[in-house]
C-alpha cells in the first residue's frame, strides 16, 4: 500500500512562508504526475498544483506566482514552496498522484492569521 507522508505545515502571518515536504513509498514514484491539495473543514478538497514526470507543471489561479512546486526523484518526494500566503490559503494540505490513489496521508495543516 502506497504510504504518502507530508510535512512542514504551521502557523505563519499573512504575507510569510512555508515549504511543505511529501515523501512518498512507492517504487514507481519517477513515473508519476504528483500534485498538492487542499481542504477545508466542511468543503471538498482542491486540487492546488501538480507536477509530471517530465516537469510540466500547473497551478490553480490562486496560487499562480505564490506557490512553486517541485519534486525530487531520487528521494521520492514532492514539494510545495508558499510564499505570499493569505489567510484564505489556510486548509490542511495533502499530496497524491494527479490520479489520486485510493489512500491518502494525514496531511499538514497551515494556518494563515495574524
Do not use: H
Amino acid at each position: 500500500q502506497v504510504q504518502l507522508v507530508e510535512s512542514g505545515g504551521g502557523l505563519v502571518q499573512p504575507g510569510g512562508s512555508l515549504r511543505l515536504s511529501c515523501v512518498v513509498s512507492v517504487s514507481d514514484f519517477s513515473a508519476n504526475a504528483m500534485g498538492w491539495y487542499r481542504q477545508v473543514p466542511g468543503m471538498q478538497r482542491e486540487f492546488v498544483a501538480g507536477i509530471t514526470s517530465r516537469g510540466k507543471i500547473n497551478y490553480i489561479d490562486s496560487v499562480k506566482g505564490r506557490f512553486t512546486i517541485s519534486r525530487d526523484n531520487a528521494w521520492n518526494t514532492v514539494y510545495l514552496q508558499m510564499n505570499s500566503l493569505k489567510p484564505e490559503d489556510t486548509a490542511v494540505y495533502y499530496c497524491n498522484r494527479v490520479v489520486p490513489y485510493q489512500n491518502w496521508g494525514q496531511g499538514t495543516r497551515v494556518t494563515v492569521s495574524s
